[in-house]
């Protein structure tokens, strides 16, 4: 199960950064479309961080929870948080040509940006937990998490000029 999942996060992972790059470039021209690599690479860096928080405060007590359980709460995690990421970026008044002019510009492109970063944190967290939870699998879990990636950006350059990005948001979702 975690394999599959680990495929299709990644697929959906690569779909939606993708998509974010065509709705930036498309909302506020291309001048925000590079910052989508940094808001994934933030995302996978939080999921990091806090897991070696988590595991430092933790100690040496073995973990209570099954992979199984834990991977679909992350999942369903992720599916929420990239629906209410795509909400709020298309309702944000958020307007790059602005921002010289109005303070608040600043502020609705940090919260933008800390949105968005959700859904590539419960990402990260998933590979994460798989590469830890599943140790002597390390060569499938990298070629699930490296097919579903090369399948996700494939899919959602494919089928941009049929459906539109918001609905290929939700499926990717």
Known sequence: ???SAVFLIGFSTLA???LLT??????????LSFMVISIALFGFAAS????????ARRGQRPCSFSIHRATAMLVALYTATTILAFIVLNN???????LPVEPIQSVYLVVA???LALPF???GLI????????????GLTYFATMCGSAAGAIFSALLLPFFSEGQLVIFCS
């Open 22 to 31: 065509r709705i930036f470039s498309i909302g506020q021209w291309n001048h």
């Open 121 to 123: 944190f419960f990402s």
């Open 1 to 3: 199960m975690i394999l």
């Open 127 to 138: 590979m994460a937990l798989a590469y830890t939870r599943l140790p002597e699998k390390t």
């Open 113 to 115: 940006y800390l949105i």
């Open 48 to 55: 990091g961080t806090y897991l070696s928080i988590y595991n």
């Open 16 to 18: 939606f950064e993708v």
């Open 92 to 98: 944000s008044p958020l307007d790059y040509f602005r």
